[in-house]
């Protein structure tokens, strides 16, 4: 026997969401404004911090910040430097950040079709 001591889960005191996989992806992709960044990475290869505030009215320069640091944390894009003096970055998808494509095709979808029941229900962004 080994001298490590192991931690055993016991998933019968875990709560029954905890096993939800729409939970999972919700908390990546779940926060206001995300899927709109994900959205105009997915139809832009890359975006700078600027083009993505023009994009998204009524996103404060520090959430549309918060936003793309926890992305990148996860995983779902890239900073890439394309300016040394001052330093700038763009933004982009990685691998995982496009596998999220069908998931945004889907809400489009959706979303025409609830449009096409009432169309005073379109938004402007």
């Given at each position: ?7 055993k889960t ?59 640091k926890a ?34 095709a889907s ?19």
């Open positions: 026997m080994s001298d490590i001591p192991t931690k016991d998933f019968k005191a875990m709560p029954t969401y905890a096993f939800c996989p729409v939970i999972t992806a919700l908390e990546v992709i779940g926060e206001r404004w995300v899927i709109l960044i994900l959205r105009d990475l997915l139809r832009n290869p890359t975006r700078r911090f600027q083009d993505l505030q023009d994009s998204l009215k009524g996103c404060a320069p520090s959430t549309l910040s918060t936003r793309l992305l990148e944390a996860h995983g779902l894009i890239e900073r890439r430097l394309y300016e040394q003096h001052p330093p700038r970055l763009e933004y982009l998808l990685t691998v995982k950040g496009r596998a999220v494509g069908p998931v945004v809400l489009r979808d959706w979303g025409l079709q609830l449009q096409a029941e009432d169309p005073d229900s379109q938004s402007p962004v």
